[in-house]
């Protein structure tokens, strides 16, 4: 690139942990708030931005100087984000939950979710694995995420599955584990030895049919601040990667815009909360059953 010294530039943006739903935050992205450009258009955009998820990611980009994964984002990041609160995984040990398992490829993310369903609200917690060649190489984030805790790297090109296998069977010891449903894609060798130890494992292909009521369920939880989160950073960025087109009849099915944009987190909630829908819809009252026929 061509050097000119006749040429500066200065870009105001918002820092990591500012909340882009502020006007505080607006106006420190532009210092110029109510003089070139003014207060009135600036704040109908925030507000529009608030109130529809798929408008977040132009906002973001145009009026706050950030890079964001994807302009469709299906989901609304923002009342996601709401659903955050101080929950702690270990206050509910023994509870029974629901596992969701995606294991996508040995050098990409690997995600196991925990849902928790506690009446018609759910807790949810999240685990991620990334080999330490992809964090190196990967996306900027993920080395932060490993040094805070949320994303377990392993060692070597690949991601080592006899971690991931651990943690599962950790997982069965602390709490009553109902089903880990999983995608069979790379799967079998590990869900062989999984199944051997004792794992109630459920199989479940990525398919419109398995998903699209899921991904519906999910969308209104988020709305209706039922599912809740420990702020993990991981899912939150999947979250807002994930973009949808109905077909005809109504289904949708979760995609990421382009490759980088990883959602296996979000994949692995919706096998996970697919599932323990299932179940609950099946469940039959064996009290009401018998006093009918009484």
């Not at 994807?70 to 509910?92: H, L, P, T």
């Not at 759910?122 to 932060?144: D, H, K, Q, W």
């Not at 790297?153 to 602390?174: A, P, R, Y």
């Not at 049919?209 to 991904?215: A, I, K, Q, T, V």
Request: glycine share 6%.
């Amino acid at each position: 690139m061509q050097q000119n010294d006749n040429l500066f530039s200065l870009i105001y943006g918002i820092d990591i942990g500012d909340d882009w739903s502020e006007l505080s935050t607006l106006k420190k992205a532009n210092p110029n708030y109510g003089v070139s450009v003014s207060d009135d258009f600036l704040q109908s955009r925030l507000q529009d931005a608030r109130n529809n998820a798929r408008k977040q990611s132009t906002f973001m980009t145009k009026h706050l100087n950030v890079w964001v994964g994807s302009r469709d984002a299906f989901f609304n990041v923002d009342k996601w984000r709401q659903c955050e609160s101080g929950i702690k995984i270990q206050d509910y040990y023994g509870k029974p939950v629901y596992l969701g398992m995606d294991l996508a490829s040995r050098v990409d993310i690997a995600a196991i979710e925990i849902l928790i369903p506690e009446g018609d609200k759910y807790i949810r917690f999240g685990r991620y694995y990334l080999p330490e060649s992809a964090v190196e190489n990967g996306n900027e984030s993920y080395s932060t995420w490993a040094r805070e805790g949320w994303l377990t790297v392993t060692e070597g090109e690949i991601i080592d599955f006899n971690v991931i296998k651990e943690d599962i069977l950790e997982l069965t010891s602390l709490f009553e584990v109902r089903e880990l449903a999983y995608d069979p894609f790379q799967a079998t060798m590990l869900i062989t030895e999984l199944m051997a130890e004792g794992v109630p494992v459920v199989e479940m292909r990525p398919t419109v049919l398995n998903f699209s009521e899921p991904m519906k369920s999910l969308d209104a939880l988020i709305r209706a601040g039922n599912i809740k989160h420990n702020g993990d950073p991981v899912m939150t960025w999947m979250i807002s990667n994930v973009v949808a087109k109905e077909d005809a009849k109504e289904n949708i099915y979760p995609r990421k815009a382009i490759a980088e944009n990883k959602i296996d987190g979000v994949i692995s909630n919706l096998m996970a909360l697919g599932r323990c829908q299932h179940e609950q819809e099946n469940e039959i009252n064996f009290d009401d059953l018998l006093s009918v026929r009484l």
